[in-house]
């Protein structure tokens, strides 16, 4: 960028102006003989363009200030020094302070450009973009002074002559600080979107990797006061078993008939498990829920979990909701999700685009083209290092497989919804539009349990089937034997197994997934338990020691959700 600055196509300067009427000689005599008075060269370049002296020199003022402030070596050397010693500075504007006081902590703030965090950067910028406070970037006078050393020295300038000191001061503060702050001002603001990015990826593969619940019967609640609560009910594979809505808060106050109506429905169903949206009367539901539980015989007690319901409403308007439960009420569709992420977190939040999940900070403020292309990174990271089971998996889920995407992900479930469940993996390739490109792409993230090659349920892939035969040969079993036998893998050298395909770290993967074939990389299913009588910030004592659940990270803290509907 810098050697190529002198050559840049630019907006037009003066210097360009200065040089068209002719000035450029004059500039390069007034370098040629510092000693001398530049007004003894001017008067030799007066035309019709250029009336006097004055205007004369000012040209050649502007010429040589732009050639100083151009010069690649100049600007190579200077950066790193006024990179370190640069403040950003934010203040108020006059009379904003009412309007803008969530910016109040900016409102007369200085602190060092290289270390500025990225939380701190981006609030800023935004108080900035509100009208709120002004934003610069300051360059202290020492720095400046030693600048205009390194800009006479590169350049040869004697600065003994006032006319060339007063360039090298114009070429400093005219040309060279207003590019490198607003170079400055450009890479902060990148710096600091890369970071809010990075912490959105991170909070969203923790999300799409928590432990799931597991195949269970589980109960969606999705709180709400005025409108109720909605219920739905779903089976082991998250198929909708039945709906209900219960007001047992102002202005209805049914408590009764909302137990009486959630227990029937536990009793009806068997429930094992039931799913708590964590907004507005959460806690409320979370204690109704209690009451509930009481009216039930020991031994026959769901387990009753808090999750977060963020994206919930978004998956209830949209297309994909609408097509998976096409006569449900939207209301009740939120219910749904939220019974479903506590079953398999990964298979739910796959459905609902990454940015309405809400976990990060400043997602508004970065640039959404990159952070949509990271957060569908991390998603599709989380579903193949997890792997999926491709007789239950939705094509939502599908689609983020290595290979597949959304079209070829409704040519399985099409297929699926005709023959029937896969019986291996090999079966893959009758499906219309997948051909042996993706097959290879695919293969080694589905999973088909019960089927007639063993091997389909593990990691493995298709094309290292006969590798891991003859590691099982090796042992003197079958397949089915072995798989999961940890105790006669033990021994296996894995260097017998490597060929010219299969590499050493190949076949350790190999050997490690017959040992646990099918792993889960998620951790075990726990919940946080809230402590009872704590519903309200009011609650709060001093020494209290309380358990909950992580809901974001971002670089100034961690979010808790102890429960008294603000996350601490």
């Given at each position: ?102 910016f109040k902590d900016y409102f007369d703030h200085k602190e060092e450009w290289a ?357 099982v040969k090796a042992c003197g079993r079958d397949v089915r034997d072995i798989m ?85």
């Open positions: 960028e810098d050697i190529y600055a002198p050559y840049k196509p630019k907006t037009r300067t003066r210097a360009q102006t200065a040089i068209e009427n002719g000035l450029l000689p004059l500039a390069e005599a007034i370098m040629a003989d510092q000693k001398a008075e530049p007004e003894a060269f001017a008067a030799a370049f007066l035309n019709e363009k250029v009336a006097d002296v004055k205007e004369a020199l000012n040209g050649a003022r502007e010429i040589l200030a732009e050639r100083f402030a151009t010069n690649a070596d100049t600007v190579g050397k200077l950066r790193p020094r006024v990179k370190a010693a640069a403040k950003i500075r934010a203040r108020v504007i006059e009379g904003k302070e009412i309007e803008g006081a969530k270390k500025a965090p990225s939380h701190r950067v981006l609030a800023m910028l935004r108080g900035a973009e509100a009208g709120v406070l002004t934003f610069d970037v300051d360059i202290d006078e020492d720095t400046a002074s030693h600048a205009k050393v390194v800009i006479a020295g590169d350049n040869g300038v004697l600065t003994a002559n006032p006319f060339l000191a007063k360039c090298v001061d114009w070429s400093w503060k005219i040309k060279m600080a207003s590019r490198l702050v607003t170079e400055m001002t450009s890479e902060m603001r990148e710096r600091a979107e890369a970071e809010a990015i990075d912490v959105f990826v991170k909070n969203m593969k923790a999300l799409l990797l928590a432990a799931p619940a597991g195949s269970k019967t589980t109960m969606g609640l999705d709180p709400g006061i005025r409108t109720g609560v909605k219920v739905a009910v779903v089976d082991a594979t998250g198929k909708l078993l039945d709906t209900d809505t219960v007001y047992p808060f102002a202005p209805r106050n049914d408590i009764r008939g909302s137990l009486a109506a959630l227990a029937g429905l536990v009793r009806k169903h068997n429930v094992e498990l039931i799913a708590i949206g964590n907004g507005t009367a959460s806690r409320e539901t979370d204690a109704l829920t209690a009451e509930m539980l009481k009216m039930l015989p020991p031994g026959r007690k769901p387990a009753k979990v808090i999750v977060s319901e963020a994206g919930a409403s978004v998956y209830s308007a949209s297309e994909l909701a609408s097509k998976e439960m096409p006569g449900v009420d939207v209301s009740l569709r939120g219910a749904v999700s939220i019974a479903r992420r506590l079953q398999d977190p990964l298979s739910e939040l796959v459905k609902i685009e990454p940015k309405a999940i809400g976990v990060g900070q400043y997602q508004h403020d970065v640039d959404q083209t990159r952070l949509s292309k990271a957060l569908s990174g991390a998603v599709e990271d989380s579903v193949n290092s997890v792997g999926v089971d491709l007789n239950t998996a939705s094509a939502a889920l599908l689609s983020y497989i290595a290979g597949v995407g959304p079209t070829l992900a409704d040519s399985i479930v099409e297929y699926r919804n005709q023959n029937g469940a896969f019986r291996s993996r090999s079966e893959l390739k009758k499906v219309p539009r997948l051909g042996e490109k993706a097959f290879g792409q695919c293969a080694g993230f589905l999973r088909v349990t019960g089927g007639k090659e063993p091997l389909d349920a593990s990691s493995v892939h298709p094309e290292a089937y006969d590798v891991a035969r003859q590691i999961g036998d940890e105790k006669s893998l033990r021994g296996i050298d894995p260097a017998r197994f490597v060929t010219e395909s299969f590499g050493l770290p190949t076949i350790r993967d190999i050997l490690d997934e017959l040992r646990k074939p099918g792993r889960d990389p998620r951790p075990e299913f726990r919940t946080a338990a809230l402590m009872d009588g704590v519903n309200e910030i009011s609650d709060l004592r001093p020494g209290m020691r309380l358990e909950g659940t992580v809901t974001n990270v971002t670089a100034f803290g961690a979010f808790v959700d102890i429960g008294v509907h603000q996350d601490g």
